[in-house]
């Protein structure tokens, strides 16, 4: 997990941020990415890929990253965003909104299979969630920031089942969409919101 961040320290790189994504599959919501910059040589044995933690786990080490960080940025495409130009390019727009938002400007950026155009060097990584602890960090950053916001649109609109599907076109999401129509949140480019009939739900 910190094969990428040592060869960079051999070179006399310390500053380096990882960078990820969440969301780019659901229905409804922002995509969420994040950029995190660890102290050199920082390891913590259970910062690895979110997918790959429980959300009570994930949750304690949001905390961890938070308070341990030396700097940490959060990016946001909204769902109008991603309607509007796609979702690939909504997630580097994101992106460079995260390592914008960074208070500390990072020296290198390894970026999770994402290539992207910075004045900042870059080393897309694929699959880097799972051989980068720096983009794990931020990967576990952008889940929960994104999945919090799940539950908060879950209150607003309870039919779609949110709350446990984070957006995911999910049976119990489907049947809703089909029953309710879309809502204002949902992108309307996705083809189960696109090809539901009714009319936005208020």
């Known amino acids: ?29 922002p995509v969420v990415t994040a950029a995190v910059i660890l102290p050199k040589g920082y390891f913590h044995k259970d910062i690895k890929d979110s997918k790959k933690l429980t959300e009570k786990k994930r949750e304690e080490l949001y905390n961890i990253i938070t308070r341990d960080a030396l700097a940490i940025g ?6 109008k965003v991603i309607d509007e130009i796609n979702i690939l390019e909504a997630t580097k727009k994101a992106m460079k909104e995260a390592i914008k938002n960074l208070e500390v400007t990072p020296e290198h950026v390894l970026i999770d299979a994402v290539k992207l155009d910075i004045d900042i060097p870059t080393t897309s990584i694929i699959k880097g969630d799972a051989l980068s602890e720096s983009i794990a960090a931020a990967s576990i950053i952008a889940k929960v920031t994104r999945d919090r916001m799940m539950d908060e649109m879950d209150k607003e609109y309870p039919m779609y089942d949110l709350k446990n ?25 996705f083809a189960p919101v696109k090809n539901s009939v009714k009319e936005v739900v208020k």
């Open 1 to 29: 997990m910190q094969e990428y961040e040592n060869s960079l320290y051999e070179k006399g790189i310390t500053l380096i941020a990882g960078v990820d994504e969440v969301g780019r599959g659901p229905l409804i919501g």
């Open 74 to 79: 959060i990016g946001i495409s909204s769902e």
């Open 165 to 189: 599907n984070k957006g995911y076109g999910t049976k119990k999401h489907l049947e809703a969409l089909e029953e309710y129509g879309p809502c204002k949140y949902h992108r309307f480019t």
